[in-house]
């Protein structure tokens, strides 16, 4: 393992320096690219897509609750598995407290293509309170590409689709997915600031949380 150079305060306060300049210039861009991703235009959703939660069958739009956007994860899971995806996962495990999206007007869920009844005791086991729906009787997954088509055979992919209420109708605002999500959770936007990154020790796989060796 390689660790960084050891150098006096003072050539570490010139080093730093010259990194935080090119760091607010990144920030500057990332601004400015949130910005134009606000400017997007929208689509309205005209299919009532039904899924299935704890309280039985919900459209998109009982998802929002009272809030005016909705924020989906797309989390692998397919019908035939007993467990979902560890890299979606562990995204669901960083989360937090959806409270402090609530305060905010938005509303949060994950959809997967497997079963209710194999989405429960999996969220049982991983101690997770998210809202957590299937899709597997609609084309809520092939209609907002979290499954797609690769070498002939439908594949899924993790995602996250934004989605805005204007009283009874609900629009797409914007989607993202696979390595595009890289960054936008807690997990790896906190280990890309430190000196080894996201791979500690040459480790990089994930786990789901009760899997790992204390």
Request: with cysteine.
């Amino acid at each position: 393992m390689s660790l960084p150079e050891i150098v006096t305060r003072e050539r570490w306060r010139a080093a730093r320096e010259e990194l935080r300049r090119k760091e607010e210039t990144v920030e500057r861009a990332r601004a400015a690219l949130g910005a134009e991703r606000r400017r997007l235009p929208m689509v309205e959703v005209l299919t009532e897509y039904v899924l299935e939660g704890g309280d039985g069958k919900a459209t998109l739009l009982d998802l929002f609750g009272d809030r005016t956007q909705l924020v989906v994860h797309h989390f692998m899971f397919a019908p035939e598995q007993e467990a979902g995806c560890p890299c979606c996962a562990a995204f669901l495990d960083q989360l937090g407290h959806l409270a402090h999206l609530r305060a905010r007007d938005t509303a949060f869920a994950a959809v997967s293509l497997a079963p209710f009844t194999r989405l429960l005791p999996f969220k049982a086991r991983m101690g997770w309170t998210v809202p957590w729906y299937s899709s597997c009787h609609s084309d809520f997954n092939r209609d907002f590409e979290a499954t797609v088509d690769r070498d002939g055979a439908p594949a899924e992919r993790p995602g996250l689709s934004c989605f805005l209420r204007d009283g009874d109708r609900v629009f797409h605002t914007y989607s993202v997915y696979d390595d595009a999500l890289d960054g936008i959770g807690a997990l790896s936007g906190l280990l890309d600031l430190t000196a080894l990154g996201r791979h500690p020790h040459g480790s990089d796989r994930l786990r789901l949380h009760d899997e790992y060796e204390h």
